[in-house]
Nanobody, 122 residues
Framework: VQLQASGGGLVQAGGSLRLSCAVSGRTFSSYVMGWFRQAPGKEREFVAAITWIGYSTSYADSTKGRFTIFRDNGKNTVYLEMSSLKPEDTAVYYC????????????????WGQGTLVTVSS
């Protein structure tokens, strides 16, 4: 099981960025896919999650209305579309997968990608 996150980079405040998470190794039909982030000196925090089947989504209060999580089953890829970015969104973003129900707790996720750095300049 492998998760490969990509798409990070440097963007100005107010700009947009799309992250991708390519999933390989098994069928994730019963899994929940999540995005988390970790800023320097801070704990890893929940960003958004989506069920692999159906379109149930969940967002952190800090990202609701600005970020959109969606997936392409044919490409086994989950995306995080980020807009109206703020300097406080600067962090390493991780994609993760867990079996079962939606969760916002990082310790409940079983598989993790390597992370991709997003830097938002003011």
């Amino acid at each position: 099981v492998q998760l490969q996150a990509s798409g990070g980079g440097l963007v100005q405040a107010g700009g947009s960025l799309r992250l991708s998470c390519a999933v390989s190794g098994r069928t994730f039909s019963s899994y929940v896919m999540g995005w988390f982030r970790q800023a320097p000196g801070k704990e890893r925090e929940f960003v958004a999650a989506i069920t692999w089947i159906g379109y149930s989504t969940s967002y952190a209060d800090s990202t609701k209305g600005r970020f959109t999580i969606f997936r392409d089953n044919g490409k086994n890829t989950v995306y995080l579309e980020m807009s109206s970015l703020k300097p406080e969104d600067t962090a390493v973003y991780y994609c993760a997968a867990r079996r079962g129900t939606m969760s916002q707790f990082y310790h409940e996720y079983d598989y993790w990608g390597q992370g991709t750095l997003v830097t938002v300049s003011s």
